[in-house]
């Protein structure tokens, strides 16, 4: 079955540094989301992308954090100076079509620390 | 902003007991979904329920929407150390041009030998 895949697995890295977080969604999904979850927490959106822009954030997403399909497949997230509140799980997700109830499906996430 | 209030929080149980867990909500919401995560890994799907009152089985799990569609559980039978983990449930809110999830708090369920 086809699935959504995230690298890296773990992410250390100094506060005030820049971090690219990458995941390849389902090839034929057309949106694409990235979500937070912090230690002990629950799972929080971040920000939605179809049709090559931004079509929601939430207020977590400010101005250190960008996303980017650069050549089709790939689906960043950038968070531009990383601050200790930024550690966190990672978790990408994608979608074949519009409809609220179909599913999202999730990748494995990548565990973001910030020293 | 809707709200999912999972109960319990936490759940210990040993192997081959019931359990049922809750979702709930001020909200009417069109459809509902429910996840299991564990350690390590991201959630995944295990069944969307859609109409009020339905009932939908998966081998030892059977969820359910109630009529209003404002809450859904989630019922363990027989349960196994394999059912451990977080379960959460997840409402779609369509704005925009997609839709984003809505987690609940969780539960997280450990089932011991």
């Known amino acids: 079955e086809p699935e959504v895949t995230q690298t890296p697995s773990h992410q250390v890295t100094q506060m005030g540094q820049e971090v690219i977080l990458r995941c390849v969604p389902i090839?034929?999904?057309?949106?694409f989301y990235w979500y937070r979850q912090i230690l002990g927490q629950k799972v929080e959106f971040l920000v939605s992308f179809y049709n090559n822009e931004i079509s929601e954030k939430s207020e977590i997403f400010d101005d250190q954090f960008s996303v980017e399909r650069p050549d089709g497949s790939n689906f960043t997230l950038k968070i531009r100076s990383t601050k200790l509140e930024d550690s966190a799980m990672y978790f990408c997700?994608?979608?074949?079509?519009?409809?609220?109830?179909?599913?999202?499906?999730f990748g494995d996430g990548t565990r973001l620390s910030i020293l | 902003t809707q709200l999912l209030e999972q109960s319990p929080q936490f759940l210990s149980i040993q192997e081959g007991e019931n359990l049922t867990v809750y979702c709930n909500s001020s909200s009417v919401f069109s459809s509902l979904q429910w996840y299991r995560q564990e350690p390590g890994e991201g959630p995944v799907l295990l069944v969307t329920v859609v109409t009020g009152g339905e009932v939908k089985k998966l081998k030892r799990l059977t969820f359910q929407f109630g009529d209003a569609r404002k809450d859904s559980s989630l019922h363990i039978t027989a349960a196994q150390p394999g059912d451990t983990g977080l379960y959460l449930c997840?409402?779609?809110?369509?704005?925009?041009?997609?839709?984003?999830?809505?987690f609940g708090t969780g539960t997280r369920l450990q089932v011991t030998l």
């Open positions: 090839s034929n999904h057309l949106y």
């Open positions: 997700a994608s979608r074949g079509d519009r409809g609220g109830n179909q599913p999202q499906h």
């Open positions: 997840a409402i779609g809110v369509n704005t925009g041009t997609a839709s984003k999830l809505t």
